[in-house]
């Protein structure tokens, strides 16, 4: 590469030096460059299959992966919430056969390792002090940390018992309960905190699961609750949440992509350097 070339390359990528986290891949799916992993855009992808009786669904109870505590037609009219043991089932489903939007290796989200240092406020244990990092807390943000940190970071969200300590929102109180005769089941509806979804959809005020077995308790998993924005951990069996899958790695666009346009700042160096050529070439 000769010094011309070099510095219109350096120029070009001076034109923005910041990325979005979150960009979309097609219709269905979304990239999260930071954490290096592939959401479904529809944050409740099995009711919207049940609702189309899409073949995902219609083959879920004849498949080598039936549903372990309730049926399919169980899970819809919950509107897609099913407990943690029916949740890895439909993750399995889902990779069977071809795998589904052109993966097979699609999981449920992570929990890292706790204690996660990063959580502005820990939720203690009933009883034992001991140990409260094991149950988690609010405005958890450490990458790998797979919901939290979509949640609180990339989407930017405010949580519930904000205090200001590692950067959250000073006691926001985003979360107002709504009026009696509103709710569906236990969701909460409306639930400020979950303030930004965009760009998914469906995306629900309520908990989701997480791949990631609550050790202390092992009939217990990680969950990460929209509704006031902490993690924590809920029953396998006897409590039903949403499931948003996710797969390891960012997706390949398949189809040409426009060339972003340039910042007037960027066009200005451009220009100053095709002049400083120019100048070159008559010297």
């Not at 959250?168 to 905190?193: K, L, M, R, Y």
């Not at 202390?216 to 409590?239: C, E, H, M």
Request: charged share 10%.
């Amino acid at each position: 590469m000769n010094q011309v070339t070099f510095l219109l390359a350096g120029a070009i990528g001076l034109i923005n030096l910041s990325h979005a986290a979150l960009n979309p891949v097609g219709g269905d799916l979304i990239n999260d460059t930071t954490q290096n992993i592939t959401w479904m855009r529809d944050a409740n992808s099995f009711k919207t299959l049940c609702d189309a009786n899409h073949a995902k669904f219609t083959s879920w109870q004849g498949s080598v992966n039936p549903p372990v505590d309730q049926t399919a037609v169980t899970i819809c009219s919950n509107n897609g919430r099913m407990t943690w043991n029916d949740a890895e089932a439909w993750i399995a489903h889902l990779n069977s056969g071809g795998g589904y939007l052109g993966y097979a290796d699609w999981r449920q989200p992570a929990t890292a390792v706790q204690p996660d240092t990063t959580c502005e406020s820990v939720i203690a244990v009933d009883n034992s002090p001991s140990w409260p990092e094991q149950r988690g807390g609010y405005n958890c943000r450490a990458v790998g940390n797979e919901l939290a940190h979509l949640f609180n970071v990339s989407l930017n969200n405010p949580n519930d018992n904000g205090t200001g300590t590692t950067g959250g929102d000073v006691g926001s109180n985003c979360f107002d309960p709504p009026a009696t005769g509103t709710t569906t089941g236990n969701e909460q509806s409306p639930a400020h905190c979950f303030d930004n979804a965009a760009p998914f959809t469906n995306a629900k005020s309520f908990f989701y699961w997480s791949s990631t077995v609550h050790l202390p308790i092992p009939s217990a998993a990680w969950s990460f609750s929209t509704i006031l924005g902490y993690q924590d951990r809920n029953n396998k069996v006897s409590n039903t949440l949403y499931v948003w899958p996710v797969r390891p790695g960012n997706a390949v666009v398949s189809t040409p992509q426009s060339v972003p346009s340039m910042t007037p700042w960027g066009l200005g160096i451009i220009g100053l350097l095709l002049g400083w050529v120019a100048w070159r070439r008559l010297q």
